[in-house]
């Protein structure tokens, strides 16, 4: 079969578990990136089948949050939480920035590599003084390096746990700043002794692209006054409690009267 670098594909031997988009190809080894899961990986051409792939998934993940949100604009108006989304991937970027374009929400989007996020986080965070810091990007657990509980055998969760870190220097208060961390695989226990408030993964597997930013969404629209609803917000990412978990804080939504 005719495989070219852009052909969307599922891999034979895994079952066509997952699809992805072949981004170069060296003789007969393709390099391929999830479509929908943040991922890398490489595959011999002859395992390849191409597939069709929309993103159809995003307009029902954005009509869900919409479903989600059961606010009163007869008599109210309401400012949700301004979001900074740091990501290592420019194509996740772009397209959770879109996610959060159609569900109306204030977010700003940086594209950094991982390794570069620590040591500039600060300044971010003073520039731009937003409610919730999504870290995220690209990640993933190598057994043959350690043990899981050991920080180098990740591909990239040590710097998302030092960028947590810097950034609880600047705000120490989990309500004040909400903080979404970690992609694939990531060091979950780590990243929540950190600081965070979200962090993927528990059970150590992938996560949908746009994970981060539907937990991100779900905060922004969440009461500034009121506990939030932490499984029912963790339910609505796509893995659920073995993709992502937290703990519970306040929303960053206020409310005001009269519209």
């Not at 597939?51 to 949700?80: A, G, M, Q, W």
């Not at 690209?138 to 591909?155: E, F, Q, R």
Request: proline share 2%; aromatic share 8%; hydrophobic share 35%.
């Amino acid at each position: 079969m005719d495989i070219k670098v852009g052909d969307y594909v599922t891999r034979i031997s895994h079952k066509h578990d997952m699809i992805f988009r072949v981004i170069s190809i060296e003789e007969d080894i393709c390099y391929l990136k999830g479509a929908n899961v943040r991922l890398y990986a490489d595959s011999d051409i002859e395992d390849l089948v191409k597939t069709d792939f929309k993103e159809s998934d995003d307009k029902e993940v954005v009509e869900r949050i919409k479903d989600s949100t059961n606010l009163d604009r007869d008599d109210y108006f309401y400012l949700p939480g301004k979001i900074l989304h740091i990501d290592g991937d420019s194509e996740y970027l772009d397209r959770c920035l879109k996610y959060y374009n159609n569900v109306n929400l204030m977010a700003m989007g940086i594209c950094e590599d991982e390794v570069d996020v620590p040591r500039n986080i600060r300044n971010y965070l003073e520039e731009y003084n937003p409610n919730i810091l999504v870290i995220t990007g690209h990640d993933a657990y190598y057994k043959k390096k350690g043990g899981i509980n050991d920080l180098n055998s990740y591909k990239n969760s040590i710097n998302f746990v030092n960028a947590v870190k810097e950034a609880r220097k600047f705000e120490k208060s989990h309500d004040k700043l909400i903080i979404i961390a970690g992609a694939c695989q990531s060091d979950y226990e780590e990243l929540i002794r950190a600081g965070a408030n979200f962090a993927s993964s528990p059970k150590r597997i992938n996560i949908h692209a746009l994970d981060p930013a539907i937990i991100a969404s779900r905060m922004s629209l969440s009461d500034i006054n009121k506990d939030i609803d932490l499984k029912n917000i963790i339910a609505s990412t796509k893995y659920g409690k073995e993709g992502i978990g937290g703990i519970i804080t306040k929303g960053t939504m206020y409310m005001g009267y009269p519209r």
